[in-house]
């Protein structure tokens, strides 16, 4: 089998496997570890088995998710427009360049903005990190060239928080996963003090970080609280 083909080979050290159709999960299974290794690459004393209910790290895939998702449901609800320019929702990108950045733009990667930083290193909080993105100069002009950027989504995560009134999670659960039946899902896993979560990468520090749990019956994902990263599962799918 593959997944077991890819644990001889130290592919990967643990995985979830649901195949359903329409009306019936015909298998569900669980392989391997969800914690193997410390952060120096040790064999941990006690390995913890991978289980059907352990909660994996999607990343990026938070972009779609949830950013993506939330901006959906403003648009439905004819909050905003793709064509909107960021600067409408916040000044500090009133300046040449950065005043021609779009919702449009930020979705489909195509602003200019420097793909990655480590905000933390500049920035306490959210007001801070925009200063620093709005500042920071583009790599090209707005709707000319596509390149991966996690800064803006972090923006249309702002950008849905302003226009909603409330935190990203809580538009997220009020809008969309409560209504779907999601009633585990949040960005603060650890509150759930019985769900394991699998280690992103080798070592556990990672668990005490804060994260969003998308869950469905099936299916649970995790998100870090800016729009960029994050996700995880009682199943699998950064």
């Known amino acids: 089998m593959l997944i077991e083909d ?6 990967f050290t643990g995985a979830v496997l649901l195949i359903g159709s329409e ?5 569900h299974e669980a392989y391997g570890y969800a914690t193997l290794y410390d952060e120096d690459l040790r064999v941990v004393p006690e390995p913890d088995s991978m289980t059907t209910g352990h909660l994996f790290d999607i990343a990026s895939l ?6 993506t998702y939330g901006l959906m449901a403003l648009h439905s609800d004819d909050e905003i427009e793709l064509d909107d320019p960021v600067v409408n929702y916040f000044p500090e990108f ?11 733009h930020l979705l489909s990667h195509t602003s200019g903005l420097l793909q990655w930083y ?26 000319e060239q596509r390149r991966y950027s996690d800064l803006g989504f972090m923006l249309l995560g ?10 990203l999670a809580e538009y997220l659960d009020q809008r969309i996963y409560s209504k779907l039946g999601l009633n585990s899902t949040r ?3 650890n509150e759930q003090a019985s769900v394991p979560i699998v280690s992103t990468s080798h070592g556990t520090h990672l668990r005490e970080r804060w994260f969003m749990i998308l869950i ?6 995790w998100i870090l609280i800016p729009g960029q990263a994050g996700e995880s599962i009682p199943s699998r799918v950064k």
């Open 6 to 11: 890819a644990l001889r080979n130290s592919l």
């Open 23 to 27: 009306n019936e999960i015909v298998h």
């Open 62 to 67: 938070t972009k779609i998710f949830a950013t």
């Open 94 to 104: 009133d300046k040449p360049g950065h005043r021609d950045i779009t919702i449009r």
């Open 118 to 143: 480590p905000t933390y290193y500049v920035a306490n909080n959210a007001v801070e990190r925009r200063s620093f993105t709005a500042n920071y100069p583009l790599l090209g002009v707005p709707g």
């Open 158 to 167: 702002d950008i849905i928080e302003q226009t909603a009134g409330m935190p």
């Open 187 to 189: 960005f603060t896993p």
């Open 216 to 221: 469905s019956d099936t299916m649970l994902m």
